[in-house]
């Protein structure tokens, strides 16, 4: 799929999504998914959903691409998942975004690249199913404050206490996650978690 060839007029449906990989039901993408050790775990235990990546650095999507038993519902796209999910997702087409980490772009001429803009946030709205959640956790507070503005703005509401160890799935009540974010979790590192949930069409 060349997605520089996709109309946003024309939107990609949630049926196009399912096609991605046999027997799916659920779709959700991952926003800057780095070496996609959450994705390919999150897709091993849970072969009914697509588990679709969007990331930049061409040599992480290269490792994936010679990744050897990759589910097949584990899918890596090296592209922008801002602008994917700002112009190119139709309507109530996605079951959950996952965010985990997102770069902070620190010097200012880059501040521009970070990834909570206010198109980003409302593609996110326009594009969740009715219930639909954005997982987000970060070591970043600017990070976490600027998801909450804008995807309050949106038309998101937070969920009270959302953090992922309380979502069912993990080993021992504990969310399955990059060895990146084990490592944090092992150095006790102060991470920002956050779970927003869409009530209907942004």
Not at 27 to 55: D, K, M
Not at 65 to 86: C, Q
Not at 119 to 126: A, I, T
Not at 176 to 193: D, F, I, N, P, V
């Amino acid at each position: 799929m060349n997605f520089a060839l996709l109309d946003p007029d024309s939107p990609l449906p949630r049926s196009w999504w399912l096609e991605q990989a046999p027997s799916v039901e659920r779709v959700e993408l991952e926003i800057g998914a780095g070496s996609c050790g959450f994705l390919l775990e999150a897709a091993r235990r849970n072969p009914s959903t697509l588990y679709a990546g969007f990331e930049i650095r061409s040599g992480l999507v290269k490792a994936f691409e010679t990744t050897g038993n990759r589910p097949p519902n584990a899918l890596l796209y090296g592209l922008d998942g801002r602008w994917v999910t700002s112009c190119m997702l139709a309507p109530e087409s996605i079951d959950i975004f996952h965010v985990y980490f997102p770069d902070p772009w620190w010097k200012k001429r880059h501040h521009k690249r970070r990834l909570f803009t206010g198109d980003f946030c409302r593609g996110v709205s326009r594009s969740l199913n009715v219930g639909g959640e954005l997982r987000l956790v970060t070591d970043v507070r600017i990070m976490y404050e600027s998801a909450l503005d804008g995807l309050l703005e949106a038309g998101l509401k937070q969920r009270p206490g959302g953090s992922r160890s309380a979502i069912p799935g993990g080993k021992a009540g504990e969310p399955y996650c990059s060895a990146y974010e084990a490592k944090y979790r092992r150095q006790g590192r102060e991470l920002h978690e956050a779970v927003f949930i869409s009530a209907g069409a942004g």
